[in-house]
Antibody
Framework: QITLKESGPALVKPTQTLTLTCSFSGFSLSTSGVGVGWIRQPPGKALEWLAVIYWDDDKNYSPSLKSRLTITKDTSKNQVVLTMTNMDPVDTATYYC??????????????WGQGTLVTVSS | QSALTQPASVSGSPGQSITISCTGTSSDVGGYNYVSWYQHHPGKAPKLMIYEVSDRPSGVSNRFSGSKSGNTASLTISGLQAEDEADYYCSSYTSSNTGVFGTGTKVTVL
């Protein structure tokens, strides 16, 4: 059974760096073809694709946020970490991590965490 | 990367069929058969309903079907049920080797 859970601060100040951790079970990020991605949803708005990391440490980032995002993995801990620099109130959103089981299709997230709400405010 | 375009809302009566469109470009929807659809009930995790344009994951009702023509993908829900009321999002692989979601569609069961 695959499960994922996001953790991190509920509140960050503008200009600070956000660090989110995705802890997962039921699969290994050392298995060929497997990936983990991050998606966010601002209140009342649409889902937004942020980044993915694959078993071979290949990474892809949203072009509009690439300069602010870093995604890393710790295979031994079954964790993926997303950092986002220079946070702004417009980054207020629920952040989800999700499992990707097809290296060639980064739109196919078949298991999701419950999400964590991050509010950016001074 | 611009979001894929979906209608803001679609409604139907129980038992009817509805179709949600998802319009992109030749750099995403039109260029690849990697289009997925998600059902999202507020406060819950999104659920994958369709992948690779028209394939259903195990456990998803066959009332849900997907198709694509040119730069537009579509999700059809047949035999509409009250439990289908939710937000629906399309997603596609892009030529930048990233993904992109649609603007979202609120489905209302009348």
């Amino acid at each position: 059974q695959i499960t994922l859970k996001e953790s991190g601060p509920a509140l960050v100040k503008p200009t600070q760096t956000l660090t989110l951790t995705c802890s997962f079970s039921g699969f290994s990020l050392s298995t060929s073809g497997v990936g983990v991605g991050w998606i966010r949803q601002p209140p009342g708005k649409a889902l937004e694709w942020l980044a993915v990391i694959y078993w071979d440490d290949d990474k892809n980032y949203s072009p509009s946020l690439k300069s602010r995002l870093t995604i890393t993995k710790d295979t031994s801990k079954n964790q993926v970490v997303l950092t986002m620099t220079n946070m702004d109130p417009v980054d207020t959103a629920t952040y989800y991590c999700a499992h990707l089981n097809d290296y060639y299709d980064n739109s196919r997230f078949d298991y999701w965490g419950q999400g964590t709400l991050v509010t950016v405010s001074s | 990367q611009s979001a894929l375009t979906q209608p803001a809302s679609v409604s139907g009566s129980p038992g009817q069929s509805i179709t949600i469109s998802c319009t992109g470009t030749s750099s995403d929807v039109g260029g690849y058969n990697y289009v997925s659809w998600y059902q999202h009930h507020p406060g819950k995790a999104p659920k994958l309903m369709i992948y690779e344009v028209s394939d259903r994951p195990s456990g998803v009702s066959n009332r849900f079907s997907g198709s694509k023509s040119g730069n537009t993908a579509s999700l059809t829900i047949s035999g509409l049920q009250a439990e289908d009321e939710a937000d629906y999002y399309c997603s596609s692989y892009t030529s930048s080797n990233t993904g992109v979601f649609g603007t979202g569609t609120k489905v209302t069961v009348l």
